[in-house]
């Protein structure tokens, strides 16, 4: 596990900048929760973290090492996608051992990790199953125990679960919860909904516009909003 340091960092596609010198401190085994309106740049911070943009300025820290030149593969993280993307043609041990077998991880080492966040998962059962034989919510799980067997010191989650309905996502919700109190791995969640950014963050980022707006506990923001645009967002229904 490792601290996450974003320290004034600007983007730019061409000549729009979308980001303004955005700076958030991750505590080793926080959980963070970067919640704003669609378009304000979570996703943009997120693929940063993940080394999938470059640093138009500033500087991203993992643990001690500051990490803009490092490309994603060594970075030590894992990122969860709205989509899943899961590979069609493979069944779910070999989407989740797919990392490791890249790396040519011996076949008793990918058995061992993938049954370990089978587990964890409640997977167990499905192994040898493609992902068009799942359920939505059994998809998100299999995305997640690709992070898992990764073993990595930060999980990324862009949006996990936007493609699912209400009550897997209620559902879901806890279980990602749970996943964080069982292996305390430094997690950045973003979301545009504000109640799942409430009952998960253990601190949550507000943004809008490329800028943070404010940074603290769910309850800290709600009872102490400091402007108006956060208390609209914090305080109005999803
Ligand atoms: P969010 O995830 O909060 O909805 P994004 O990070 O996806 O927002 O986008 C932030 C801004 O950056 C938006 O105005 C978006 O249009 C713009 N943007 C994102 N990716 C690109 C890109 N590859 N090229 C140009 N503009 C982009
Ligand atoms: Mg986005």
């Known amino acids: 596990m490792a601290s996450v340091a974003i320290r004034n960092v600007r983007k730019a596609f061409g000549p729009v900048e979308v980001l303004h010198g955005v700076s958030v401190d991750i505590a080793d085994g926080e959980f963070v929760v970067l919640v704003g309106p669609s378009g304000c740049g979570k ?29 994603p593969k060594d970075r030590d993280i894992a990122m969860v996608f709205q989509n899943y993307a899961l590979y069609p043609h493979m069944t779910v041990f070999d989407n989740m051992a797919f990392s490791m077998k890249l790396a040519k991880a011996p076949r008793a080492v990918m058995e061992a990790e993938v049954g370990r966040a ?49 009550k897997l996502r209620v559902q879901m919700r806890a279980e990602i919860k749970e996943l964080h109190q069982r292996l305390r791995v430094t997690t950045v969640y973003v979301t545009h909904d504000q109640i799942e950014a409430m009952t998960m963050a253990d601190k949550i980022v507000v943004m809008n516009s490329g800028n943070v707006e404010q940074v603290g506990p769910p309850l800290e923001l709600y009872d102490n909003p400091a402007n108006l645009f956060v208390a609209g967002f914090i305080g109005s229904p999803a």
């Open 118 to 166: 089978a587990k964890i998962l409640g997977l167990e059962q499905l192994l040898q199953r493609y992902p068009r034989q799942l359920s939505g919510g059994q998809r998100q799980r299999v995305a997640m125990g690709r992070a898992i067997v990764r073993n990595p010191q930060v999980f990324l989650f862009d949006e996990p679960l936007s493609n699912l309905d209400a």
């Open 43 to 71: 996703s943009t911070l997120l693929r940063m973290l993940a080394g999938l943009e470059n640093i138009t300025a500033g500087d991203i820290a993992i643990g001690n090492r500051v990490v803009n030149q490092v490309p």
